[in-house]
């Protein structure tokens, strides 16, 4: 299944199929008559390209120049660049080596998805109500605390490790072994959820190459590790004995991407190439986070 943080569909597509950042787009529209006002609001074409290549640049609005900053940068394949006639490049060129392997993997997934867990996750969305579904997502969640919380620690989030240990011990208790969520509702703390790929991340480990995991989809190598070792450690494996451990999570991933199944579908038909789209659409997300975790940095300092 895929989890939510491997396959995470941000509302970004929109912004990436303007920039290049996806590998599909749709033919492009004729163009519409635009205002004065557009006109001049719009970046003109180099200004798009600048931002592509990750620069800042002005723009000129009614309310007077500001500065736009790229928080994401445009992906194509490294190959690309070797075969441009002329010019410099103006994106981010990513090597994948374990394209032939990810390519069977990533359709093998989508046999499964569409025959086997989409068609499941319809069933399953048509018998559960949503408010149901939220209390088993909050119920997850809430047996997951502990291990953002060993997470935080091991990154010196300390504060972060505070709200996982509060959080879980309010609504273990008040809210009825996690089905509600009163430390958010009634007590202000927000969740700080944490991998070990976010740890692993904090100490500069590299992610690796791209890397399609059977049933869970798009990946690393940073994340593959991540996925086994937590599937090790995880508190369910302290609650239950296997094989009752292993349904347990195989559910909670399933109860996730039944949240996103439609949405799935709808970007699978959607793309020229699928692999590529949700490629990069799994990279762009990665360097936005990299992105705000500088931006972090540098406050702090």
Known sequence: MISSTHFGLPIL???LLLLNGCSSSAPPSPAKASTASEQQQSPSPSKVDELNAGKTVTVETSQGNIEVQPTVVAITDAKAQNEAQSG???????????ESFNRQVFELNHQLYSYVLIPAAEGYRYLIPAVGREKIGNAFDNIREPLNLLNNLAAGEFAEAGANLSRFLINSTVGLFGL???ATHWFDIGAHKQTIADTLFHYDIASGPYLVLPFLGPSDSRGAFSTVAEGIIHPINQLTDSPESYFLRAFDGFDDFSGQAATYENLYKQ???????FRNQFIQGQRRDEYFHFKEQQNEE
């Open 13 to 15: 597509c929109l912004s």
């Open 88 to 98: 410099a490049p103006t994106a981010v060129f990513y090597n994948d080596p374990w």
């Open 180 to 182: 509600f969520d009163p």
């Open 271 to 277: 793309a020229d190439d699928p692999y590529l789209y």
